[in-house]
């Protein structure tokens, strides 16, 4: 058990462009959550899947974003046509059941 | 809606020392979880202790321990024997017992160990 792994760990790109950042939960783990957290700033959520469910969604995902964990193990955020208020950490969590949320090292996106 | 406060975005602690972090949260339910997660710089974050609503006994993991406050809507982290490893930001959670499994956290305290 290599615990929640989240690639890339860093990305820069140009407005305007898309993005696609991959998390590989431990591999019993049955839910996945996705936050984001900008500087100085607590994780806010996203979205959480419940095997390939995708159950629960935030406001904070708009259209431009979209998110699938096919197969109910790993699971892709895509955004959209990047914007510069898009630029923040990208965190993957997931647990078994109500059990211990394990979060990943995190994607950092940085729009230009 | 659920609202998570750290009203400390920082504080230092002499190593070997005990210091106390703050969190009040505001919610209409009943039974809820808390939380406190570890994030070490450019490392994940790592759960550190977790209180059930329903349980009248604080949690204590270790140096870690917790003073739930219910009726104040209070929350702090008490770690004793401050060590290096324990500088860190902090967070402070919050997740309802049903329906949503979101969890809602604060700004977060970042914690310096002074040698």
């Known amino acids: 058990d290599t615990g929640v792994s989240q690639n890339p760990r860093h990305k820069i790109t140009k407005r305007g462009q898309n993005v696609t950042f991959r998390c590989d939960p431990i591999s019993e783990h049955n839910r996945l959550y996705w936050y984001r957290q900008t500087l100085g700033q607590g994780p806010e959520f996203l979205t959480y899947f419940q095997n390939e469910a995708q159950l629960e969604k935030s406001r904070l995902l708009s259209d431009r974003f979209s998110a699938e964990r096919p197969k109910g193990s790993f699971s892709t955020l895509e955004i959209q046509r990047t914007e510069q208020g898009d630029s923040a950490m990208y965190l993957c969590?997931?647990?078994w059941g109500q059990g211990a949320r394990y979060f990943g090292p995190g994607t950092r996106l940085t729009v230009l | 809606a659920q609202t998570v406060t750290q009203s400390q975005p920082e504080m230092s602690v002499q190593e070997a020392e005990t210091v106390t972090l703050s969190c009040t949260y505001d919610?209409?339910?009943?039974?809820?979880?808390l939380f406190w997660y570890k994030q070490p710089p450019s490392r994940q974050m790592i759960l550190v202790i977790r209180?059930?609503?329903?349980?009248?006994q604080n949690a204590t993991e270790n140096r870690f321990s917790v003073n739930f406050q219910k009726a104040a809507k209070s929350f702090s982290l008490k770690i004793s024997d401050s060590q290096l490893g324990d500088a860190a930001m902090y967070f402070c959670a919050y997740r309802s017992a049903e329906g949503t499994y979101k969890y809602i956290f604060g700004t977060g305290t970042r914690l310096k160990v002074l040698a």
């Open positions: 209180q059930e609503a329903y349980k009248q």
């Open positions: 919610t209409s339910e009943s039974d809820y979880y």
């Open positions: 969590a997931s647990s």
